[in-house]
């Protein structure tokens, strides 16, 4: 499903560097989250926004930061990555028009190591 | 605390059989799950859901079962494909629209399913 895209998909980094993954949706969704998986721990919160000028943290925002820079794009920086931040990050939209549902649509994922 | 927690890492099936995923949860506020089935390389995808006063929905080879008193649920795949072989995610939910919960999805730890043929 095209409607969620994520860059880069998949991305090596080195200790200390500074990262950016990006999140882009052509749903018209006002809402977009920011989850990591990780192997035996499913997937886990770490930012959410309910629209341009509402940002929240999950439960694992520390070392992150996030952008909502319009309503379709929601980026994720890590300001300082460490090895722990390896995982698989996925990006998320719901609708809020859709009150019988709190189904979410994620994107591909990316993929990140961090040496 | 894993609120929301999927025991068996993996299940294999045969082709045609049943498979059963299960899913247990401990916070009594949660009032809307769902499943989510994952391929590699790609990201979840929404399989089924089901709301708190319902104790079943039912999707072509797709029934979700709900037990409330024991804070359960569980995926029932009958007939089983070899295309099915995936991970599993429950995830839950609470709180009606306007809240500051909502929209929020607490998921299980994901079972690994595999169908032989």
């Known amino acids: 499903d095209a409607d969620v895209t994520q860059t880069p998909r998949n991305r090596i980094t080195k200790t200390g560097k500074r990262i950016m993954l990006e999140c882009s949706q052509t749903?018209?969704?006002?809402?977009m989250y920011w989850y990591r998986q990780d192997p035996g721990l499913g997937l886990r919160l770490i930012y959410y926004?309910?629209?341009?000028?509402?940002?929240n943290k999950g439960e694992i925002s520390d070392g992150y930061s996030v952008s909502r820079q319009a309503q379709a794009k929601f980026s994720l920086s890590l300001e300082s990555a460490i090895p722990n931040q390896t995982a698989l990050y996925f990006c998320?939209?719901?609708?809020?028009?859709?009150?019988?549902?709190?189904?979410?649509?994620f994107g591909p994922g990316t993929r990140l190591l961090v040496l | 605390d894993q609120q929301v927690k999927q025991n068996s890492p993996s299940l294999s099936v045969q082709e045609g059989r049943i498979s059963i995923l299960n899913c247990d949860y401990t916070n009594s506020m949660f009032d809307y799950f769902l499943w989510y089935k994952k391929y590699p390389a790609e990201g979840p995808t929404f399989l089924i859901s089901i709301s708190s006063i319902k104790d079943k929905n039912e999707d072509g080879r797709f029934t979700v079962f709900l037990n409330k008193s024991a804070k359960h649920l569980s995926l029932h795949i009958v007939p089983s494909q070899p295309g099915d072989s995936a991970v599993y995610f429950c995830?839950?939910?609470?709180?009606?629209?306007?809240?500051?919960?909502?929209?929020?999805?607490?998921f299980g730890q994901g079972t690994t399913l595999q169908v032989k043929p």
């Open positions: 749903k018209g969704h006002d809402r």
């Open positions: 926004s309910f629209d341009v000028k509402d940002i």
């Open positions: 995830a839950a939910s609470w709180g009606p629209y306007g809240s500051g919960n909502t929209g929020k999805l607490i």
């Open positions: 998320a939209t719901s609708d809020l028009r859709d009150r019988d549902s709190k189904t979410q649509y």
